[in-house]
């Protein structure tokens, strides 16, 4: 294989102990979560009630999941998956999905045309969200798929925005943030950064 | 025609609930009932992918290679990734390929990715051990590292599967060694979790791996680049990526049904949008004829 060195050996514990510690973190988060909403209830702080249905989340869905690793019957593997299937899933699934809520909501109110470049931005929006559904690819289903009037059905019009505009300019964006992050890097590497965290020169 | 723009104005001050319920109704009411919508054009992007598996499953050599099922996503993203994870597992055992799940950004993505397959394996006859296989969870700090030394040692790097037991000691292990035994990298995701794949695993053999790609919607468009540049193989678009697959498999999963409801739904805030954006231009012309009056 290329790239083989004295600390090719090494890899091997190295990623045992990475993911060891990686491990670590996540207890290390919920000793923090748990420390931190535990004292919220103890004092009574304000809205320590959310605070105390934090906690009886993470005990019912952590209890049966930590169980059903020692106790290999059916109850409780059932009851793990009432648990799993029937509430976290759908629960973390419902979290996500109140975006959509808000995203209609902020179209409606505040998609505005107020500009040429807003126009642009809309027109191109429009075109893609039609060409991504079927009842928008509908719409251009009679023009014949060969020569050139293809290019006019709306799936392809959206498919050329994707891969011939907004490609080089991902591409532009990329090539900007990489070269941004190495200049970023050496400033700090020659100490030459000043901002929040550098009060003086080292 | 004043009436009409008055009533246009007014429509600006829709209350949000009305919007959420019209919202709600578009998205539940295609999955509840079953709506009659055409089939999707497959786009080029789902049909490399397709083809990519085909390929390999021609291939006398790299058919009996070990694909990998990186399935990083949670129950967030459940109605566009489990889809795709789903369409994706269909294909690999309809066509007899040994496959691993895996994850890295979120211990649900390994029991979810997992869940699937089992599923899919009563259907298909797949056996546990010796048709796929769970390489468990690793933590997304130690990923890197893991990938690295799994070029050289995969079943070394990885050690044990999900429930403990040695990969060594598992049949579908027994052929694969190193990074050249793997045949197709699909990563399943709503999030940045490619660049691992393609940094320290895609080339790291002696030929590059095929990798395939199966994000949400709203990631998918940062990765045409990768595309071109062919360093991605195919890509799977969010739900509608799913439902194009299916349309190639054959099959009426959710892919299908849910594309009526993100028709209806890309539809309702086209229209939103449109009708906001009149109610401006008649407000804007009520107020230049107040003011001329």
Not at chain 1, 59 to 77: F, G, N, R, V
Request: contains cysteine; proline residues 5%.
């Amino acid at each position: 294989m290329a790239g083989k060195n004295f600390l090719t050996a090494y890899i091997k514990p190295v990623s045992s102990v990475t993911t060891i510690l990686g491990a670590f973190a996540l207890g290390l988060g919920l000793y923090s979560m748990v420390s931190i909403h535990g004292r919220a209830v103890a004092k009574r702080r304000e809205n320590w009630g959310f605070s105390a249905v934090l906690l009886g989340a993470i005990l019912a869905m952590a209890i049966p999941a930590i169980w059903k690793e020692y106790d290999k019957s059916p109850q409780i593997a059932g009851f793990y998956r009432i648990m799993y299937d029937g509430g976290f899933n759908p629960l973390n699934a419902t979290m996500f999905s109140i975006v959509a809520f808000y995203i209609v909501s902020a179209a409606y109110r505040a998609f505005r045309i107020r500009t040429v470049e807003a126009g642009i931005l809309l027109m191109s929006a429009v075109i893609i969200m039609i060409g991504q559904v079927t009842l928008g690819q509908l719409l251009t289903a009679w023009i014949p798929n060969e020569n050139f009037s293809s290019n006019f059905r709306v799936e392809n019009l959206s498919n050329w925005i994707l891969t011939r505009v907004n490609s080089p300019a991902q591409l532009a964006i990329s090539l900007g943030i990489g070269v941004g992050t190495l200049a970023t890097a050496l400033r700090l590497w020659l100490s030459l950064e000043r901002g929040a965290f550098f009060d003086e020169e080292l | 025609m004043d009436n009409f723009l008055r009533l246009i104005v007014r429509a600006q001050r829709i209350d949000r609930r009305i919007l959420y319920l019209l919202l709600a109704l578009c998205i539940a009411v295609p999955i509840a009932v079953d709506v009659p919508q055409p089939r999707p054009v497959v786009m080029p992007e789902t049909q490399s992918l397709y083809n990519t598996i085909e390929s390999i499953a021609k291939d006398p050599v790299e058919s009996k290679k070990l694909a990998i099922v990186c399935t990083n996503y949670s129950g967030g993203t459940l109605a566009e990734n489990q889809t795709q994870n789903e369409a994706i597992v269909r294909h690999l055992m309809r066509l007899k390929l040994k496959f691993a799940v895996f994850a890295f950004a979120t211990p649900q993505g390994r029991e979810l990715g997992r869940a699937v397959a089992d599923k899919l394996a009563e259907e298909y006859k797949y056996v546990y051990g010796s048709d796929y296989v769970d390489l468990g969870f690793c933590p997304p700090d130690a990923i890197e590292v893991r990938l690295k030394a799994a070029v050289d040692d995969l079943p070394g790097a990885f050690e044990k599967d999900s429930a403990g037991a040695a990969l060594t000691s598992l049949p579908i292990m027994a052929q694969v060694k190193t990074v050249n035994d793997i045949s197709l990298i699909v990563e399943v995701t709503p999030s940045e979790t490619l660049p691992p794949w393609l940094q320290f695993f895609q080339r790291a053999g002696e030929k590059p791996i095929p990798t395939v790609y199966c994000p949400t919607a709203v990631m998918g468009p940062e990765k045409y680049p990768l595309l071109k540049s062919g360093q991605l193989q195919g890509m799977m678009l969010g739900l509608r990526g799913a439902s194009e697959y299916e349309t190639l498999l054959g099959v009426d999963g959710f892919g299908h049904r849910g594309g009526a409801s993100l028709s209806l739904s890309h539809l309702l805030i086209i229209l939103l949008i449109l009708l906001g954006n009149l109610g401006m231009f008649a407000e804007r012309r009520l107020r230049r004829q107040q003011g001329r009056a």
